[in-house]
């Protein structure tokens, strides 16, 4: 069974970073593009940011410059690097793993972004 677990959320003020985890298990991510995307309060998930398995990597046009996305295959672990965080970044973040017949999602990880 896939399961993809968040962490490194929190509190952070403007201009601060986090780093984001997301751990994979129930199968190897190696072969699988990955992804991170955010829902923030009355407002519909929409895509962060996407490294493909050969580790090309998107980003969203707000993140660009600013989050880095990077995998660990050896360990099953997908990061997000978020520097010069804002408040408008205030989302719940979560993990994907998707191919063309599944599609996995994390529960999630609260970034709140205030002073």
């Known amino acids: 069974q896939v399961s993809l677990v968040e962490s490194g959320g929190g509190l952070v003020q403007p201009g601060g970073s986090l780093r984001l985890s997301c751990a994979a298990s129930?199968?190897?991510?190696?072969?699988?593009?990955m992804g991170w995307y955010r829902q923030a309060p009355g407002k519909q998930r929409e895509l962060v940011a996407t490294i493909t398995a050969g580790g090309s990597t998107t980003y969203a046009d707000s993140v660009k410059g600013r989050f880095t996305i990077s995998r660990d295959n050896a360990n099953n672990m997908v990061y997000l690097q978020m520097n010069s965080l804002k408040p408008e970044d205030t989302a719940v973040y979560y993990c994907n793993r998707r191919s063309s017949v599944s599609n996995y999602w994390g529960q999630g990880t609260q970034v709140t972004v205030s002073s």
């Open positions: 129930g199968s190897s991510i190696s072969i699988y593009n």
